[in-house]
C-alpha cells in the first residue's frame, strides 16, 4: 500500500484528491493519509472569501491527518510520496525537503519560478534516489496523447503548421490571492503558457529560436496575454497563444490545430477530430478518464514498480522552463528573436 501526503488542497489540490480517492476505490494500492495546507480554514470547509460557495469544496477532511506545516508532516507520517499542489514560488524548496527525507515527489507545474531553482530540485533527486515528477499534465490528456502518437508515427506525414491556445477570466479564489501575483505565480507565462510551451518540446523538441509579444493587465510583467512563434530547422509554423483576462463568463478554453501533409488535427470545444486528406472526417475513440487520474496513476506506477519516470522526465520538464525564460527575454525585448542554445 502507497501512503500519500497532499501538500495543498486548493482548486488542483481538490482535483488530485478525487483522482486518489477513485483510484483507491477500483482497488488500487494508495491511499492518502495525511493532508497538509497553511491555510486551516479550508478544513473546515473556507475555502473563498465572503462566504462565496465553490464547487467540489465538500470535502470529508475525517479519514484524514490534518496539517499546517510539511515539515511536521514528514516527521510524524510514514510517507512513500507527497503530492505538491502549491504556489509556484513554494515548489523548489518543499520539493527540496521531501527529497531529501528520501519521499517520492509529484510536483504541480510550473517546475519551478526560474531554472536556478529546477536544478535544486533535480540536483536533489539524483541525491536522495527518489523520484521526481513534474505533473505537466497535457502530457496524460488523451485528445494531446493522440497527437503526439500522430506525429511520432508519421502517419499523416510532416507537421505543416501547429497553434496552441489556452484562456480564461482572471482566476478568482486562491489564497492570498497568489495566482494573480507575478512573485508567487510568475504570471501568465508561467501559470498558463508553460503547459503549451511543455507540448511543442514533447512533440517537435527543442526549437532553434523563440519571439515573443506579450501584455500585462493584471500586474507588472504578468504576462497575461502571449504570443510566442518558434522557429525550427525544417522551417513548420508553430505559435502558441495565452490570454487569462478574457472578459465575462465566456469560461476555460484550451484549443490546437495542427496540420500534416496528408491530414489535420482539430481540438477545441473538449473535441477532437481527425481530417484525413483523402476520407471522413471522424472523432477518434479515446480514453475518458482525465488527464489529472492519468498522471496520478502513471506516478504511482512508477513508485510502485520502480520504473523511470520516462513521460515527464524532469529534466525534460527543465528544458520547458528555459524554453519559458527565453520567451520571457523576447517579450521584455518587444518580439526580438532569441535563440535556444
Excluded at 489556452?166 to 508567487?184: E, Q
Aim: glycine share 8%; with cysteine; charged share 25%.
Amino acid at each position: 500500500m502507497l501512503n500519500v501526503g497532499l501538500v495543498g488542497i486548493g482548486y488542483m489540490g481538490r482535483m488530485h484528491l478525487r483522482s486518489y480517492i477513485r483510484l483507491a476505490q477500483e482497488g488500487y494500492p494508495v491511499r492518502v493519509t495525511a493532508i497538509c495546507d497553511k491555510d486551516v480554514q479550508k478544513f473546515q470547509g473556507v475555502f473563498a472569501e465572503e462566504g462565496v460557495k465553490l464547487p467540489g469544496t465538500d470535502i470529508d477532511f475525517s479519514p484524514y491527518r490534518l496539517y499546517s506545516d510539511m515539515e511536521e508532516m514528514l516527521e510524524k507520517e510514514r510517507l512513500d510520496a507527497v503530492d505538491l499542489t502549491l504556489p509556484t514560488y513554494l515548489h523548489a524548496p518543499l520539493t527540496v525537503a521531501a527529497l531529501d527525507k528520501g519521499v517520492h515527489v509529484l510536483c504541480e507545474k510550473p517546475m519551478a519560478q526560474n531554472a536556478e531553482e529546477a536544478r535544486t530540485m533535480l540536483e536533489a533527486a539524483n541525491r536522495s534516489g527518489a523520484k521526481l515528477m513534474i505533473a505537466q499534465v497535457l502530457r496524460f490528456w488523451p485528445e494531446y496523447e493522440y497527437l503526439k502518437q500522430t506525429v511520432d508515427s508519421g502517419r499523416y506525414g510532416r507537421v505543416i503548421s501547429a497553434s496552441f491556445f489556452r484562456g480564461g477570466p482572471p482566476t478568482k479564489h486562491t489564497h492570498d490571492n497568489w495566482m494573480l501575483r507575478s512573485a508567487t505565480s510568475g504570471g501568465g507565462l508561467l501559470d498558463m503558457h508553460i503547459h503549451d510551451i511543455d507540448i511543442v518540446y514533447w512533440l517537435f523538441g527543442k526549437p532553434e529560436a523563440v519571439s515573443t509579444l506579450s501584455v500585462d493587465v493584471l500586474d507588472d510583467s504578468s504576462f497575461d496575454a502571449m504570443s510566442t512563434n518558434y522557429l525550427f530547422a525544417d522551417a513548420k509554423v508553430v505559435n502558441t497563444q495565452i490570454d487569462r483576462v478574457l472578459c465575462g463568463e465566456i469560461g476555460f478554453h484550451m484549443s490546437y490545430r495542427v496540420n500534416f501533409e496528408r491530414g489535420t488535427l482539430v481540438y477545441e470545444k473538449r473535441q477532437l477530430s481527425d481530417y484525413p486528406r483523402d476520407g471522413k472526417a471522424f472523432v477518434p475513440e479515446l480514453s475518458q478518464d482525465s488527464g489529472y487520474y492519468r498522471e496520478i496513476q502513471y506516478f504511482l506506477e512508477a513508485v510502485r514498480t520502480g520504473v523511470p519516470v520516462e513521460r515527464a522526465l524532469p529534466e525534460h520538464t527543465l528544458d520547458s522552463l528555459l524554453l519559458a525564460e527565453a520567451q520571457r527575454r523576447s517579450a521584455l525585448q518587444r518580439g526580438a528573436v532569441v535563440a535556444i542554445t
